[in-house]
Nanobody
Framework: VQLQASGGGLVQPGGSLRLSCAAS????????MGWYRQAPGKQRELVAT???????NYADSVKGRFSLSRDNAKRTVFLQMNSLKPEDTAVYYC????????WGQGTQVTVSS
């Protein structure tokens, strides 16, 4: 399984970004797709996940600001991030569970004025 993530960048506080992650390769079904993030000096943490059936799970810190969705046909997951805060600054990693966990290469999100 290969994961191609895109959409990171620099944004001012209060701004928005949209991350996407497309899975390719030999895939026999994807049960969960989602995003994690890791800020400097901190452990990697869950941001949001979505099951194949559409069940969503968000970290408390992003509820009401971030929205996760997936396109099963395109094997792609999207993270819409609104009202971004400086504390959202981190490297964001796409994660897919397909016979085991698979990680994308990470995309930097920086929220700063």
């Amino acid at each position: 399984v290969q994961l191609q993530a895109s959409g990171g960048g620099l944004v001012q506080p209060g701004g928005s970004l949209r991350l996407s992650c497309a899975a390719s390769g030999t895939i026999f079904g994807i049960s969960v797709m989602g995003w994690y993030r890791q800020a400097p000096g901190k452990q990697r943490e869950l941001v949001a996940t979505i099951t194949e059936g559409g069940k969503l799970n968000y970290a408390d810190s992003v509820k009401g600001r971030f929205s996760l969705s997936r396109d099963n046909a395109k094997r792609t997951v999207f993270l819409q991030m609104n009202s971004l805060k400086p504390e959202d600054t981190a490297v964001y990693y796409c994660n897919v569970v397909s016979g085991g966990p698979h990680w994308g290469q990470g995309t930097q999100v920086t929220v700063s004025s």
